[in-house]
């Protein structure tokens, strides 16, 4: 017997089931006075890699992603999956075949429908080793049956374990059981795409004059290094519960000027990261009702290049983990939205009972003391110190952050620290293609509420992996999680994780934090409740205002 879930069934089993049965888009309260003007701007904060839902790797692509595709399912204002292109699906009792019934009245943005064939051809085109998507990996993490063969060149694409059934419906088949993997569902990167346009344009098919999409909205403008644009997609299947007609995506990098342009009236909403400390603070006080602060499931840590001889030995990267205060960091450099962290997946990252690592039990000076005795092992000391240098992505806050590190790390345990930065895209390039780098400071945002999003990235063969650590007992345990159905065991094995990540050290975790915004009062619908950040423009609209 199968187990299906209907999207438009009771209540109570979607709740049981962890899904939303939200299928609407803005929820506009009755005697609500719009705004005759649905123009909504805001801070995207960097130029993207790309908008191809396939190749993007970025929060920045896939914030427009959101709004241009859409995938089997999306994620309501509380973080609770709901219905996308598919309206309902069937899961087998050995919870290793997904069947998904696809809308019927789901068409691209040409007026042609999206049919289950979009589907096999984004997900053969995502593990598609041709395609070097630097998501590949995430279709492996979802056991697709075949797809880590099929990366490694071993098999054939048309091998994954997705078929249609007919133009409606789409089955997937896991090699295993994957207890995450609707939670899965929402991220860009399992988007459909469209074939045609793509062997038309190749490279080229996201230009706006291009590109085809099925979201709630289309591309009409990009200025490279200054915004995208785009309009209501009238042929978007929900298109008459979206209010927003269009939507400017900035790309301003400094925290500073995306307040002041706030402040002039030249966007309705700003980036998610608000200036640090004094500013956050003068901002709280200035703006009480217009300051949100919202969950946000991510990371900043560092990235050991375990590939240069002076960082492949533990005790190093651990002294440098060990070596700088990160209550200094998130409660005095950073401000109130910021905590220090000491585990990979923030603390409140569900199915998650975090450990204390032994690094958090000691106190500073404590861990100073114990990270000069690893260096003094590892053959640094004072007539010969440990000269490293901390790479960034531009950023007026990361260098507020990298400076305090290196004051700490030269004044705590006597290493020679530089640091250096680069755009969005060259850091990219820099930590994801090339060996010329030791330490960078990195960040990662959920792809989904489960601790393994963040466990994963340390996989050998993952792009994210980008100091190439690879630990055989943390794989053996990372794949045991993976199939364990028991939450509590599974909390269990992540804490085994964490362990093994404390004790070889090839990241260093500095601080969680929070969405921090500035929204206009005229600005409705912004998901409060959501771990992972996610923004859809198609959920907001705008109050009448002077």
Excluded: C
């Amino acid at each position: 017997m199968k187990k299906s879930i209907l999207w438009t069934s009771m209540v109570a089993s979607l709740a049981v089931a962890g899904l939303s049965s939200n299928v609407s888009a803005a929820n506009v309260p009755s005697n609500t006075q719009l705004s005759q003007q649905q123009n909504f701007t805001f801070n995207n904060q960097m130029e993207p890699g790309t908008i191809d839902p396939t190749l993007s790797s970025d929060v920045y692509g896939q914030r427009i992603d959101n709004d241009l595709f859409e995938g089997l399912m999306t994620v309501d204002a509380n973080g609770n999956m709901r219905p996308g292109v598919a309206k309902s699906f069937d899961v087998s009792d050995d919870h290793l075949t997904y069947t998904f019934h696809l809308r019927k009245n789901a068409k691209w943005s040409d007026g042609s429908p999206v049919t289950a064939h979009d589907f096999v051809y984004a997900w053969e085109r995502l593990a598609n080793p041709n395609t070097a998507s630097p998501y590949a990996y995430y279709i492996g993490l979802a056991n697709v049956k075949n797809a880590n063969a099929i990366i490694a060149g071993k098999k054939k694409p048309s091998t994954l374990g997705v078929k249609a059934i007919n133009d409606y419906t789409f089955q997937v088949s896991l090699k295993k059981v994957t207890p995450y993997f609707v939670q899965m569902l929402a991220n860009g990167s399992l988007m459909p795409v469209p074939q045609k346009t793509i062997e038309k344009w190749g490279d080229k098919w996201t230009n706006p004059e291009h590109i085809v999409s099925n979201g709630a909205y289309k591309l009409t403008k990009h200025i490279v290094n200054g915004r995208f644009v785009a309009k209501r997609n009238p042929l978007y299947w929900d298109d008459k519960n979206t209010v927003i007609n269009q939507v400017t995506y900035l790309e301003i990098k400094e925290a500073d000027s995306d307040v002041n342009r706030y402040q002039a009236g030249g966007e309705d909403m700003t980036g998610w990261r608000l200036p640090p400390n004094p500013v956050f603070t003068q901002l709280q006080n200035q703006y009480p009702n217009q300051l949100k602060i919202t969950p946000d499931l991510s990371t900043e840590y560092m990235a050991f290049n375990v590939r240069k001889k002076k960082l492949s030995d533990p005790k190093v990267r651990r002294a440098i983990s060990y070596g700088f205060d990160r209550d200094i960091i998130s409660k005095d450099v950073l401000g109130p939205a910021f905590s220090p962290l000491y585990t990979f997946a923030p603390t409140k990252t569900a199915n998650y009972a975090p450990i204390q690592t032994q690094q958090e039990k000691l106190s500073p000076q404590e861990r100073y003391k114990l990270a000069r005795k690893w260096l003094k092992e590892a053959g640094f000391d004072k007539n010969h110190p440990l000269q490293i240098n901390l790479l960034y992505a531009s950023s007026p806050m990361l260098k507020k952050v990298n400076t305090a590190i290196a004051s700490m790390l030269s004044t705590n345990i006597g290493v020679n620290v530089t640091i250096s930065n680069q755009d969005w895209k060259s850091y990219l390039n820099t930590t994801q293609e090339t060996n010329n780098w030791d330490v960078a400071v990195s960040g990662w945002s959920g792809d989904y509420n489960d601790p393994m999003t963040f466990y994963s990235i340390l996989t050998p063969n993952g792009s994210e992996n980008t100091g190439h650590w690879n630990n055989k007992k943390y794989g053996k345990l990372l794949n045991k999680t993976g199939v364990t159905l028991d939450v509590n065991k599974r909390k269990k094995l992540y804490n085994e994780l964490e362990k093994q990540i404390d004790k070889s050290a090839p990241v260093s975790p500095i601080y969680q934090a929070q969405a921090t915004r500035l929204v206009k009062p005229y600005v409705q619908g912004l998901p409060m409740n959501d771990a992972l950040n996610f923004v859809y423009t198609k959920d907001l609209y705008l109050t009448k205002h002077s």
